[in-house]
Structure formats: C-alpha cells, structure tokens
C-alpha cells in the first residue's frame, strides 16, 4: 500500500511512522477552515505509553497536514492505534476572541489579531479595506469575527487556501490545465449530484432597530430556487450585522445556500496533486449529458485521499464555477 508517511510528537520525541500505516483518510473542504485526517497505524510501546500531541504529513507537493489529535483509539490487543486529527487552524473555531469595539479595523488588524495567534500563515485579500465600528460580542470565535470583517469589507466570505492563507479569491489555475476524464488522468467512478435541500428560495430582511413584524420589508428571491417550485424562507435582520452594506451583502446571504447545488464526485486512481480550489476540465460523459452539451465549468470543492489494503484513491468533488460568484 502506497501511503505519506507521518511524523508523530509526543513530550521529548518525534516518531516517523512508514511501513506500519494500516489506514489513511485525509478530507480538506474548501469552505471549511479545518482539515481532518484519521490514521491508524501499528503502535509501538513509546506510542502507547506517551501522550501524543501532534501529528505532520506530506502526503503531496501540495497538500500536507499539521495538526493536533482530537481523540486516539487502542485496540483491544493494543497493536493498533487510530489517531483523529484537526489541522492547526483548528484554533480558529475552538476559540472565542475578546470582545470589543473597533473603531476602524484593517486586514492587518485582522491579520494580527484573529488569524497570525491561530496558525495562519498570511492573509491574501485586495484591494486593502478598512471596517468602521466593526463590534466583536461575547462569543465570538476568531473564525467568526474573520468572516465578518470580509462580508462588510468586501462582500463576500473567507476562505483558508492550501498554504493556511486567508483569501477572498480561492480558485486558482493551473497551466496547462488539470484534465480529469477522456482526456486526462482516469476516473474509476463518477456521478453526479443536485442538491436543493440548503437553497432559500426567498430572503425577507429589516434594516431596523426592531426585529418584528412589518419591519422585514426587503425580499430578494433567489431564481436557482424557483426552477424547483416549493419554498424555503429565511428572515434576517442586517442592521447591527453588515451595516451599511446590506444591498449587496443581501444576495452574498442567498448565494452562499447556493454553492453545492451541482455537484460532480469523482473517484480517481492513486493519490493527486488536487486540492481544494483548483479549477478542473472534467471531460467526461456526464458533465456532457447534464449540461446538455454545454459543460460546467468546474472547480475542487473538496479532496478526499483514501489508503488501506484495496490501494489509494483521491475522491474530489467538484463544483460550479458560476456559483463561486455572485
């Protein structure tokens, strides 16, 4: 079995684990700050008898992983070890940040207060903006007040990219292009997906001080949800939210429950340099048939590698472009 090998830390050593790898699932999602891995792996005595704090792997030139274990499973005849891990920008959801008032705030603000103590590794975001009276409650994770800063600064939401960079512009090219399909590296299995269950079909919003009633005068129907014929609503009140920024930030609200609506999963062969974000030509049959001969174009939503005794695979899903801007 082909698998990255790993590096385990425990209090005084660094164990790197090769041939003993049993299983290896890792899953990055583009709009998710967190990568996951889960490993299971021939135990040694200083594994079982340590406390093992981290955990590092490269599994491509690309795409690696540095994270902490969340929860570590020994079998009953102790052999066998599984370890379920988080990458570092974990930290950004399991942390609340100190609530305050900001007259103005930067992204090097941003930068330095809710992302750099947190294993980010730079903030990638253009033109340079400023926020006004930008208020963060009690309660606020720092991944939380991040993505408040750019729904006001720039309309849109954060995403984390393969090198723990915040950026407002995730996908990215290659040249030449990543070919999947006829054309390019094969595909063991595909299909295709449309989900409708998180798209709202009608958003009612108030930019009041009161959160009743008549107040909810603004709408906005959402026209990928119509084609469906039955309703979703939702009733938001923007004032204290996004400010001044409610006409544009109104439709940001509606395109975000529109991001996964068509979705193409794809199996491949072996493990790839395919990471969340990269666009992809996927030349294949279906992405044909289902766009009646006019393909998506398509981007990595998320990459899924997989190694046990069946082999290894990379199971990517890709998403529609359209949809990645509104």
Known sequence: MSVPSAIFTYDSSRITVIDKILTFNFKSTLYEPVDVLRISFIAN????????????????NNISFNGVVDRLTISEDRKVMTAECRSLTYALIDNQVMPA???????????????????????????????????????????????????????????????????????SETSPPIVVGRSGIPCMDARYNNNRHKIISN?????????????????????????????????????????NKNAVVTPQAIYDTNIDQHIFEVVLPGIHNIYPGLAIT??????????SGHP???????????????????????????????
């Open 282 to 291: 996927f030349d294949h049959e279906l992405n044909h048939d289902i766009s």
């Open 203 to 243: 958003l009612r919003y108030n930019v009041s001080d009161s959160n009743y009633n008549s107040n909810y005068s603004g709408s906005l129907v959402n026209p990928e949800m119509s084609k469906y014929g039955y309703a979703r609503r939702r009733y938001v009140n923007l004032r204290n939210t996004w400010n």
């Open 101 to 171: 008032q900001y007259a103005a705030i930067n992204q090097s603000s941003v930068y330095t207060t809710f992302l750099q103590p947190f294993s980010v590794t730079g903030i990638t975001l253009f033109p340079s903006a400023a926020v006004a009276n930008f208020e963060v409650l009690p309660g606020t994770t720092a991944w939380q007040a991040v993505i408040s800063f750019c729904r006001r600064a720039y309309d849109t939401r954060p995403d984390i990219d393969h090198n723990r960079r915040v950026t407002i512009s995730p996908i």
């Open 45 to 60: 005595d200083i594994m079982r008898n340590n406390v093992m704090k981290n955990i590092e792997c490269i599994i491509t």
């Open 296 to 326: 998506y174009q398509l981007y990595t939503g998320e990459t899924e590698i997989t190694a046990d005794a069946k082999g290894a695979r990379t199971k990517i899903k890709l998403y529609d472009a359209w949809q990645a801007t509104y």
